[in-house]
């Protein structure tokens, strides 16, 4: 590798992540830390431990590096004039104090998200409205794609779930990430697809993926824009204070 320099490719939850190895001769355990900005994760190890040895101990802390990974964007928090995606698309939260009439939350033409009420009950409602909003789309496609391969889910949850845009527990509950509804349409639907097809394989086997294509053949698609977008999402809705 040129200028001896080392890295691997770390699996996490959404795709993979470049991790930079740091060879230290007073190291006598390995850390992990993500430097500011957009530079790769560094893993410093003793300076002569196996490469192996560092990607063993990366893949242990996944859901703590996604974790991490998605707090370095830049915050959003729900406030009157902010910008935040909605079915892949930028709205405007406008709040409307004096509005009557109206429900707490409703869309405008001018791709506007209208929040009724008092000020310091905004955040709480757009989030309300987008965990609904994500329940209502995910539902029909998740009740399509089951019954596509025969089977019924136990439950449908949606969370605010850091490492997984989605899982399957071996019961057969389908759990989700609210923060879905921020991303396109196919990429939802990605996702909804993938758990669906956990019902049948819960695994990533090849016939797992071979599932997952006949319910979803963009889901490639939909894992490159996860991949190049999804740590964005996080940062929708997040306290500033929060952010790396």
Known sequence: ???????FFAPLPDDAVAIDVRRAPRAKRM???????NANPVVTI???????SAEQFVNQQSRWLAARLAERCPAVPFGDGAVIPF?????????????????AV??????????????????????DYLRRAA????????????????????AIRIKDTRAQWGSCSPSGVLSFS???????????????????????????SPAFWRVNADLDPN??????????????????????????
């Open 1 to 7: 590798m040129a200028s001896g320099r080392e890295m």
């Open 31 to 37: 850390t992990l830390r993500i430097p500011p900005g």
């Open 46 to 52: 003793p300076a002569h431990a196996p490469l192996r």
């Open 87 to 103: 079915r892949g698309t930028p709205h405007t939260i406008h709040h409307r104090q004096d509005a009557r009439g109206r429900g």
């Open 106 to 127: 409703w869309l405008g033409e001018d791709n506007a998200l209208h929040v009724g009420g008092r000020p310091e009950h905004l955040s709480r409602r757009v989030g």
């Open 135 to 154: 329940r209502q789309d995910l539902e029909p496609l998740v009740a399509a794609f089951a019954a596509a391969v025969d089977r019924k889910p136990k």
């Open 178 to 204: 609210w923060r879905l509804v921020l991303a396109p349409p196919f990429v939802l639907r990605y996702v909804a697809a993938h758990e669906v097809a956990h019902l049948v394989e819960l695994n990533h």
């Open 219 to 244: 889901h490639e698609a939909a894992r490159v824009w996860l991949r190049r977008n999804g740590r964005g999402l996080h940062a929708v809705g997040a306290d500033p204070a929060a952010a790396v």
